[in-house]
């Protein structure tokens, strides 16, 4: 008598196939779903150092055409400011050098905006707001009058100047809340001089 032949799948071993593919397809997906929201954190956290680093290039550019003696306030480490006044060259008339009206570049804890205006406080004033996202304290670092981060400053906004005779030190941080709810920041810093050097500056104000 011949042997007979099984055809086909039992029920369990159908069950079992659409349980062990049901998982795989389940870690697929959760795979996908983490590499998907990595790549948007990673996209997040560049774009953030890009626009912090423009800001700087921005505020570095605006101070190194001051004169080192236009700068208010003269803040020196330990302590740090988060506006600076300066004044530019604007060039010779009747061999005299003429100067700018007072510009500024501070920062407004309410909006975390830093901004740029000329004529201050002043009823022509012109200001610019450069960025909105500017962290209340520069990252690691607390109100608490001592310095936490460690770069021998303390309890420096998210945006802070010091002098070093004619060289400015500037640092910035930016965040962000991203639609999942984490902070993603981004901290630059950077040291520029002053160059114009030409004598005979004068205060405008």
Same mark, same amino acid.
């Given at each position: 008598?011949?042997?007979?032949?099984?055809?086909?799948?039992?029920?369990?071993?159908?069950?079992?196939?659409?349980?062990?593919?049901?998982?795989?397809?389940?870690?697929?997906?959760?795979? #996908?779903?983490?590499?998907?929201?990595?790549?948007?954190?990673?996209?997040? #956290?560049?774009?953030?150092?890009?626009?912090?680093?423009?800001?700087?290039?921005?505020? =570095?550019?605006?101070?190194?055409?001051?004169?080192?003696?236009?700068?208010?306030?003269?803040?020196?480490?330990?302590?740090?400011?988060?506006?600076?006044?300066?004044?530019?060259?604007?060039?010779?008339?009747? =061999?005299?050098?003429?100067?700018?009206?007072?510009?500024?570049?501070?920062?407004e804890?309410?909006?975390?905006?830093?901004?740029?205006?000329?004529?201050?406080?002043?009823?022509?004033? #012109?200001?610019?707001?450069?960025?909105?996202?500017?962290?209340p304290?520069?990252?690691?670092?607390?109100?608490? =009058?001592?310095?936490?981060?460690?770069?021998?400053?303390?309890?420096?906004?998210?945006?802070?100047?010091?002098?070093?005779?004619?060289?400015?030190d500037?640092?910035?941080?930016?965040?962000?809340?991203?639609?999942?709810?984490?902070?993603?920041?981004?901290?630059? =810093?950077?040291?520029?001089?002053?160059r114009?050097?030409?004598?005979?500056?004068?205060?405008?104000?």
């Amino acid at each position: 008598m011949k042997g007979s032949h099984r055809s086909g799948f039992t029920l369990l071993e159908v069950i079992l196939a659409m349980t062990l593919t049901a998982i795989v397809m389940i870690k697929v997906t959760g795979a #996908r779903r983490s590499a998907t929201e990595t790549t948007e954190a990673d996209l997040d #956290r560049t774009t953030l150092d890009m626009q912090a680093r423009q800001v700087l290039r921005q505020i =570095g550019f605006a101070i190194m055409g001051s004169h080192p003696d236009s700068l208010v306030p003269d803040v020196r480490r330990p302590h740090a400011s988060s506006d600076m006044k300066f004044q530019v060259s604007l060039g010779l008339e009747s =061999g005299e050098v003429v100067w700018s009206e007072p510009e500024k570049i501070a920062l407004e804890e309410v909006r975390r905006q830093v901004y740029w205006t000329d004529n201050p406080e002043a009823l022509e004033e #012109r200001r610019v707001v450069w960025t909105s996202l500017v962290a209340p304290f520069l990252e690691g670092e607390i109100p608490n =009058g001592i310095d936490d981060n460690g770069n021998g400053l303390i309890d420096e906004k998210g945006l802070s100047f010091t002098i070093d005779g004619g060289a400015v030190d500037m640092s910035l941080t930016l965040e962000r809340v991203r639609d999942d709810g984490t902070v993603i920041t981004s901290t630059v =810093g950077t040291v520029v001089t002053c160059r114009n050097l030409v004598d005979g500056w004068r205060s405008a104000r």
